[in-house]
């Protein structure tokens, strides 16, 4: 079903249409593995990450958001 999606995305152009349905899925199970393990780890901007590089042009709303969900942690002003 997940090929039959990524080949009909790919046919309207919105993807990219060499991505195999069996390389996404290891890529959306891989986002989950630093979940319990770092505090730090936001899997949210993960996400946009992922989804941003599969589309062919993604959206500026779409890239790399931070996760409202967790303190920003980027070092201040130096």
Same mark, same amino acid.
């Given at each position: 079903?997940? /090929?039959?999606? #990524?080949? *009909?995305?790919? *046919? *309207?152009?919105?993807?990219? %249409? /060499?991505?195999?349905? &069996?390389?996404?899925? #290891?890529?959306?199970?891989? #986002?989950?593995?630093?979940?319990?393990?770092? $505090?730090? &780890?936001?899997?949210?901007?993960?996400? /946009?990450?992922?989804? *941003?590089? #599969?589309?062919?042009?993604?959206?500026?709303?779409?890239?790399? %958001?931070?996760?409202?969900?967790? $303190? /920003?942690?980027? $070092?201040?002003?130096?």
């Amino acid at each position: 079903m997940l /090929d039959q999606l #990524l080949k *009909a995305s790919a *046919a *309207a152009g919105s993807t990219h %249409a /060499d991505i195999r349905a &069996y390389d996404f899925m #290891l890529a959306i199970g891989n #986002l989950c593995i630093g979940v319990e393990t770092f $505090p730090d &780890y936001q899997a949210r901007r993960m996400i /946009d990450l992922l989804l *941003a590089g #599969l589309a062919r042009t993604a959206p500026a709303s779409t890239r790399c %958001a931070p996760d409202p969900g967790r $303190p /920003d942690r980027s $070092p201040g002003p130096t």
